[in-house]
């Protein structure tokens, strides 16, 4: 049953009369002296640029079905986002393409597959060291080739957005070159790379961080790493996991303040198990684990793959941990991502519920439908 409430715009704090029915919304401007719910708010919705996959889904497999991957949309969907990056990792090379030309085919086929923007490719041209590696498969990193890059524009028909490397690659520079000149942005991740690797990096194009402040050596030289000359360059946009988990308050507090909120974004780095219960599951070739404390873990051990985090709880965490105004976290969920990665603002809107620190999404709608 439809019902009628009060909420202001994030955006222009302007009051609007929503009618909401079940996940589905439609507003109008207030009439006269209403006041809104202090907790009810309307913002565009979210952009993910890293989602490896979501509800029991694995974006990595090629033999995930239109189906299943469908079906993991409408939950992200539940979460705000209305547009997102599906994000294949290191892998053998058929694998990545058969992964990519599967998920191209969601895009075109699935009823929600609008909410496909184009893809990530996180890896393979990547560190191989232990540490900055992560959880990807050391037996498939391999040097930049854009011969591979072309391989991966051909399996999407042209949808790559984002490509993570490592630039300590000697064919880095070019390889960024090139990839940058067919349109996608190049991110700088799972690195080791030298403070005069990274800047030749930027120099030859990349605008990006990958999820700074992970995969990284556990221990670093205390004033001089790849993670400080990242925060370091201003033309570096930096994205974080705010779960908690990946990195502590006091630096997610002083990387954003390094990197201001314009040059900031946030991630899930969503994968398989996010969205579903405690349990074994797959990334790409690989078991990880969902542990009832909500880590995602390599199967077995206590190292990180990705994250069972949702847009909307990073939303509100930056907002408690890092003192940032609802505005401000906003933006790192919505124009900051469209900008570094070239896409489209959504045309959708969120109405959420902000209360004692949570942000819980309660309806989308197209924006067209507001005034």
Same mark, same amino acid.
């Given at each position: ?15 609007? +009369? ?49 189906? +299943?991957?469908? &079906?993991?949309?409408?939950?992200? @969907? ?30 075109? &086929? ?5 909410? =496909?923007?184009?893809?990530?490719? #996180? ?5 191989? #060291?232990?540490?900055?590696? $992560? ?21 999407? #028909?042209?949808? =790559? ?38 800047? +030749? ?11 700074? $402040? ?70 790409? #070739? ?33 907002? @408690? ?10 933006? !790192? ?17 969120? !109405? ?20």
């Amino acid at each position: 049953m439809a019902e009628n409430v009060f909420a202001r715009s994030a955006l222009d704090h302007r009051i609007y +009369e929503v009618v909401l029915d079940d996940f589905a919304f439609t507003c109008a401007a207030a009439p006269g002296r209403i006041t809104a719910s202090p907790d009810l708010w309307i913002s565009p919705a979210f952009i993910d640029l890293q989602v490896n996959g979501f509800a029991g889904v694995d974006y990595n497999s090629p033999g995930a079905s239109i189906d +299943e991957i469908d &079906r993991s949309l409408g939950v992200i @969907r539940r979460t705000g986002v209305a547009s997102l990056l599906p994000t294949v990792i290191t892998g053998d090379g058929d694998h990545m393409i058969a992964a990519l030309r599967n998920l191209r085919q969601a895009q075109q &086929r699935a009823s929600l597959g609008r909410m =496909i923007a184009g893809f990530h490719v #996180e890896g393979p041209h990547i560190s191989p #060291e232990d540490g900055p590696r $992560g959880a990807h498969p050391l037996q498939y990193v391999r040097l930049p080739d854009f011969n591979e890059f072309l391989k991966w524009q051909e399996a999407t #028909e042209g949808n =790559i957005r984002v490509v993570t490397l490592s630039p300590h690659w000697e064919e880095s520079p070019r390889y960024i070159e090139n990839v940058v000149a067919a349109g996608a942005s190049v991110s700088i991740g799972h690195t080791h790379a030298s403070a005069a690797q990274i800047a +030749e990096a930027v120099s030859a194009g990349a605008s990006m961080s990958t999820h700074l $402040g992970n995969a990284a050596h556990p221990i670093l030289p205390k004033t001089s790493n790849y993670i400080w000359d990242q925060l370091a360059d201003d033309r570096l946009t930096a994205s974080f996991i705010a779960d908690g988990i990946h990195i502590p308050a006091g630096f997610l507090r002083s990387a954003l303040r390094a990197k201001t909120i314009d040059r900031s974004v946030l991630v899930t780095d969503a994968s398989s198990p996010a969205g579903a219960l405690p349990g074994r599951y797959k990334l790409g #070739e690989q078991d990880v684990d969902l542990t009832v404390d909500g880590r995602v873990v390599m199967a077995g051990q206590n190292r990180l793959a990705g994250s069972a985090l949702k847009l909307n709880e990073a939303v509100a965490r930056v907002m @408690r941990e890092a003192g940032l105004s609802l505005e401000e976290a906003l933006q !790192l969920a919505t124009t900051n991502p469209a900008r570094a990665a070239h896409l489209e603002i959504p045309k959708e809107q969120i !109405l959420f519920r902000l209360t004692s620190g949570r942000l819980d999404v309660l309806a989308m709608s197209a924006y067209r439908e507001l005034p």
